[in-house]
């Protein structure tokens, strides 16, 4: 009894492998299910018989269907299999000691909290991701989040979304965010750089906030590390090295020894065949053009505008030309009306030099 409360204490297993019936209830508990609710599922004669149970014979039991239906949309608004990939996931992380039960738990309370209301998952944006992390007490660089999602994008059950067993998953990365030591950006009165010149604080540093000051520390610590890490194969760094003199002489030595050897294999191969010509070709970075390109620009005025402009003005320029032809028409029709006869009478009387030197001006 003293080692199971060491262990219940700690929030591990006792035994790395296996499980006691009160740690498959604490673990039941953990995952905000009722205490008894995985041990009801487990077969009696299994439970009456051992004290323990294996993780493999768990994983077994989980395969062969025992805690589907208990699980399938009772207790929590998820199906059966999905509730199966978060215990199968619990159970993987608790062997490897990587959490906790109280690790657990308060990682489904999180989740919980920060999920979509359609009950789909969390989404995968960082600064959901972040709160989330942040309320489990955990950080992570924004760099390794980023990478962390780029490597699962295509394995999720849904797009943009990220389920509990891919958070548990997460969790593995991260740190605790009391082990993590704050870090001052101020510098002394006195300090110099190699050169004899006064440092200066960085302002941006002072003025960011407390997570922001987190996730710029944890992304220079990630790149110092990857600083002294040796590149792999799906690097995307990795390039077709150059070859030296001597490197070049040897590799091209046996190129020709491996091709002539094939040739004297081959039974189709001819005598008279040419020697092949080998062309070191050395990768030149393309080299971008940095030449003013003028950018398309969006006319003001469409043409149908511009065309009801122009038919505007022709029509006011004609008002204008023929105002005082359409001033005397006007005058006379009015005089016409009031005085019969007018306009036969005044066409009939010769028009004085005044009003011609009127007419013609």
């Given at each position: 009894?003293?080692?199971?409360?060491?262990?219940?204490?700690?929030?591990?297993?006792?035994?790395?492998?296996?499980?006691?019936?009160?740690?498959?209830?604490?673990?039941?508990?953990?995952?905000?299910?009722?205490?008894?609710?995985?041990?009801?599922?487990?077969?009696?004669?299994?439970?009456?018989?051992?004290?323990?149970?294996?993780?493999?014979?768990?994983?077994?039991?989980?395969?062969?269907?025992?805690?589907?239906?208990?699980?399938?949309?009772?207790?929590?608004?998820?199906?059966?299999?999905?509730?199966?990939?978060?215990?199968?996931?619990?159970?993987?992380?608790?062997?490897?000691?990587?959490?906790?039960?109280?690790?657990?738990?308060?990682?489904?309370?999180?989740?919980?909290?920060?999920?979509?209301?359609?009950?789909?998952?969390?989404?995968?944006?960082?600064?959901?991701?972040?709160?989330?992390?942040?309320?489990?007490?955990?950080?992570?660089?924004?760099?390794?989040?980023?990478?962390?999602?780029?490597?699962?994008?295509?394995?999720?059950?849904?797009?943009?979304?990220?389920?509990?067993?891919?958070?548990?998953?997460?969790?593995?990365?991260?740190?605790?965010?009391?082990?993590?030591?704050?870090?001052?950006?101020?510098?002394?009165?006195?300090?110099?750089?190699?050169?004899?010149?006064?440092?200066?604080?960085?302002?941006?540093?002072?003025?960011?906030?407390?997570?922001?000051?987190?996730?710029?520390?944890?992304?220079?610590?990630?790149?110092?590390?990857?600083?002294?890490?040796?590149?792999?194969?799906?690097?995307?760094?990795?390039?077709?090295?150059?070859?030296?003199?001597?490197?070049?002489?040897?590799?091209?030595?046996?190129?020709?020894?491996?091709?002539?050897?094939?040739?004297?294999?081959?039974?189709?191969?001819?005598?008279?065949?040419?020697?092949?010509?080998?062309?070191?070709?050395?990768?030149?970075?393309?080299?971008?053009?940095?030449?003013?390109?003028?950018?398309?620009?969006?006319?003001?005025?469409?043409?149908?505008?511009?065309?009801?402009?122009?038919r505007e003005k022709d029509n006011l320029q004609y008002e204008i030309e023929t105002l005082a032809e359409r001033s005397a028409w006007q005058l006379n029709w009015k005089m016409d009306y009031y005085i019969p006869g007018y306009r036969e009478r005044t066409a009939a009387r010769p028009k004085s030099g005044v009003e011609q030197s009127f007419l013609i001006d």
């Open positions: 009894m003293h080692a199971q409360g060491n262990s219940t204490f700690s929030g591990f297993p006792e035994q790395s492998g296996y499980y006691s019936w009160a740690e498959l209830r604490l673990l039941s508990t953990s995952l905000g299910l009722p205490c008894s609710l995985l041990v009801d599922c487990i077969p009696s004669e299994i439970v009456n018989r051992d004290p323990l149970i294996s993780t493999k014979v768990l994983l077994r039991l989980l395969d062969m269907g025992y805690f589907t239906a208990p699980l399938h949309f009772t207790f929590c608004m998820k199906s059966g299999i999905y509730n199966i990939k978060v215990i199968a996931k619990c159970l993987d992380l608790l062997d490897s000691r990587s959490l906790s039960f109280n690790a657990i738990r308060e990682a489904n309370v999180a989740f919980s909290a920060y999920e979509h209301m359609d009950q789909k998952g969390m989404k995968t944006d960082r600064h959901t991701l972040t709160r989330c992390l942040k309320m489990c007490g955990m950080a992570v660089s924004p760099k390794q989040l980023s990478a962390y999602l780029t490597q699962r994008m295509n394995s999720r059950a849904e797009a943009g979304r990220i389920q509990l067993y891919e958070f548990l998953e997460l969790l593995v990365l991260c740190e605790p965010r009391d082990m993590i030591p704050p870090r001052d950006g101020r510098v002394s009165s006195t300090a110099k750089t190699p050169r004899d010149v006064y440092e200066l604080d960085d302002m941006r540093s002072l003025l960011a906030t407390p997570d922001e000051k987190l996730a710029l520390q944890l992304n220079q610590r990630i790149q110092q590390h990857e600083r002294w890490m040796f590149p792999r194969e799906n690097d995307k760094l990795l390039r077709t090295p150059i070859l030296h003199k001597e490197n070049m002489r040897k590799y091209l030595k046996e190129a020709w020894r491996s091709s002539h050897q094939a040739d004297a294999v081959s039974p189709h191969a001819s005598y008279d065949k040419s020697p092949e010509k080998w062309t070191l070709v050395t990768p030149v970075p393309h080299l971008t053009c940095r030449c003013y390109t003028p950018k398309q620009i969006t006319p003001i005025l469409s043409e149908e505008e511009l065309e009801a402009t122009r």
